[in-house]
């Protein structure tokens, strides 16, 4: 059996993280407990199987990178980055488990966020009820809130402790080696596709004539599922992408609540995937409740989703701004591409009678992308004379595709 990485800090959470070892084992779990404190020594009760030191060792610029930095969130940081380039050195990693507060967590889900998808991972964590966004990020990690702080085992951390392990020594033992090949190896290729609610009829005719012959994985375009497609895509797991919904850029340029990163449309540059995409959702900008809403923009034109989610109709200005920033990010995609317009609307409530129809705004758009956009031999832009949700659309999404990926399987190097 591979062995499951034990992870915190030893000088002020030895015992815990030593109980947690000792649940691992009992379970029949094989374990190494790694010590990632970034000053004081480990308590003498429990002795790490790796030392601070050898973690420590394996930042870029040595040891003193982390021991030598004055203040404890530069070392906190550093640390995180030793602990994700030693992780990176075993190959034995069949888990990752990790307890602490929010400096130990930013410190472990660091490491455990380069590690791939499938592989368990948890961390317990004081601040796993609040915003963990930036622990997650695009990880399948899972957060375990700890209900008292990891601060000494008393009846209450010990229970939620031993369910953290025992939880961690399910996943490690369900993953076997048939299980592992059932699950990562599918005898179709893969592609993903980029959804949001109001382009989920194009997604939903997209999948049933893309299913008989590829593996079909959906993200939904909240900000992280961008960046899940992508990640997946680096890590070799998806080979080719209908990224049909590229809504978080609007919030990523607009201050919206979903937004990318601004590495978006990266990895189709460095992998070279057979690539379609489209503008989907381009027309609006996600905030929360009504009163979330900056007060800047206040005069604009807004669509109440849900309690929770406030839409904001983009401007003739946003949409030239974000047409320009995307063909510029595609400019650099040397992969088989194709951009689809669809010139008739961009989601379901960009349509004649619905509330965010506007046709200039989405000319701004298109014009903006398309004047931008530096078309070659592999890189093409077509303007559709259609809705994106109409099957006219979703059959020309699919049959560039096809397209695509046939080519690029048919090549000399591939066969």
């Given at each position: 059996m591979t062995t499951v990485y034990v992870v915190g800090t030893c000088d002020t959470k030895g015992a815990e993280l030593g109980f947690v070892r000792d649940q691992l084992r009992a379970a029949g779990v094989s374990t190494v407990l790694v010590d990632v404190g970034t000053h004081a020594a480990p308590r003498a009760d429990v002795q790490p199987d790796v030392a601070a030191q050898i973690v420590a060792a394996c930042h870029p610029d040595g040891v003193e990178a982390v021991r030598g930095a004055a203040e404890r969130g530069a070392a906190i940081a550093a640390m995180g980055r030793a602990l994700t380039r030693f992780m990176a050195t075993r190959d034995d990693v069949g888990g990752?488990?990790?307890?602490?507060?929010?400096?130990?967590?930013?410190?472990?889900?660091?490491?455990m966020r380069a590690q791939p998808v499938g592989l368990p991972k948890l961390m317990v964590s004081t601040v796993a009820s609040g915003n963990v966004a930036p622990y997650v990020g695009a990880s399948d990690l899972l957060l375990m809130y700890s209900v008292v702080d990891i601060a000494g085992l008393n009846r209450i951390s010990r229970t939620i402790l031993s369910n953290a392990a025992?939880?961690?020594?399910?996943?490690?033992?369900g993953v076997t080696a048939a299980g592992v090949a059932a699950n990562a190896a599918p005898s179709k290729p893969t592609v993903g596709i980029t959804m949001f609610g109001v382009t989920t009829p194009a997604v939903d005719q997209?999948?049933?004539?893309?299913?008989?012959?590829?593996?079909?994985?959906?993200?939904?375009?909240?900000?992280?599922g961008g960046q899940s497609l992508e990640k997946l895509i680096d890590s070799g797991m998806i080979e080719g992408a209908i990224d049909l919904t590229t809504t978080e850029v609007a919030d990523f340029l607009a201050g919206g609540?979903?937004?990318?990163?601004?590495d978006r449309f990266g990895a189709i540059a460095r992998t070279k995937v057979p690539y379609v995409a489209s503008c989907g959702a381009l027309d609006m900008v996600n905030f929360g409740a009504p009163e979330t809403v900056p007060a800047a923009y206040a005069q604009?034109?807004?669509?109440?989703?849900?309690?929770?989610?406030?839409?904001?109709?983009?401007?003739?200005?946003?949409?030239?701004?974000i047409g320009e920033w995307i063909a510029q990010k595609l400019n650099r995609c040397e992969g088989p591409l194709?951009?689809?317009?669809?010139?008739?609307?961009?989601?379901?409530?960009?349509?004649?009678?619905?509330?965010?129809?506007?046709?200039?705004?989405?000319?701004?758009?298109?014009d903006a992308i398309d004047s931008t956009f530096q078309a070659t031999s592999r890189r093409r832009?077509?303007?559709l004379p259609l809705h994106i949700n109409d099957a006219a659309f979703a059959d020309a999404i699919v049959a560039a595709y096809r397209e695509l990926a046939d080519a690029h399987a048919n090549r000399p190097d591939r066969r």
């Amino acid at each position: 059996m591979t062995t499951v990485y034990v992870v915190g800090t030893c000088d002020t959470k030895g015992a815990e993280l030593g109980f947690v070892r000792d649940q691992l084992r009992a379970a029949g779990v094989s374990t190494v407990l790694v010590d990632v404190g970034t000053h004081a020594a480990p308590r003498a009760d429990v002795q790490p199987d790796v030392a601070a030191q050898i973690v420590a060792a394996c930042h870029p610029d040595g040891v003193e990178a982390v021991r030598g930095a004055a203040e404890r969130g530069a070392a906190i940081a550093a640390m995180g980055r030793a602990l994700t380039r030693f992780m990176a050195t075993r190959d034995d990693v069949g888990g990752m488990i990790g307890l602490g507060g929010s400096g130990n967590t930013a410190l472990v889900t660091e490491a455990m966020r380069a590690q791939p998808v499938g592989l368990p991972k948890l961390m317990v964590s004081t601040v796993a009820s609040g915003n963990v966004a930036p622990y997650v990020g695009a990880s399948d990690l899972l957060l375990m809130y700890s209900v008292v702080d990891i601060a000494g085992l008393n009846r209450i951390s010990r229970t939620i402790l031993s369910n953290a392990a025992h939880a961690m020594a399910g996943m490690v033992k369900g993953v076997t080696a048939a299980g592992v090949a059932a699950n990562a190896a599918p005898s179709k290729p893969t592609v993903g596709i980029t959804m949001f609610g109001v382009t989920t009829p194009a997604v939903d005719q997209l999948r049933e004539r893309l299913e008989a012959d590829y593996e079909c994985f959906v993200f939904h375009a909240t900000g992280t599922g961008g960046q899940s497609l992508e990640k997946l895509i680096d890590s070799g797991m998806i080979e080719g992408a209908i990224d049909l919904t590229t809504t978080e850029v609007a919030d990523f340029l607009a201050g919206g609540v979903f937004p990318c990163l601004a590495d978006r449309f990266g990895a189709i540059a460095r992998t070279k995937v057979p690539y379609v995409a489209s503008c989907g959702a381009l027309d609006m900008v996600n905030f929360g409740a009504p009163e979330t809403v900056p007060a800047a923009y206040a005069q604009r034109l807004f669509y109440h989703h849900n309690p929770q989610v406030t839409l904001m109709r983009t401007s003739v200005a946003e949409c030239r701004y974000i047409g320009e920033w995307i063909a510029q990010k595609l400019n650099r995609c040397e992969g088989p591409l194709r951009f689809l317009i669809p010139e008739r609307g961009v989601s379901a409530i960009d349509a004649e009678g619905m509330p965010f129809y506007d046709p200039e705004a989405d000319r701004a758009l298109f014009d903006a992308i398309d004047s931008t956009f530096q078309a070659t031999s592999r890189r093409r832009l077509e303007r559709l004379p259609l809705h994106i949700n109409d099957a006219a659309f979703a059959d020309a999404i699919v049959a560039a595709y096809r397209e695509l990926a046939d080519a690029h399987a048919n090549r000399p190097d591939r066969r």
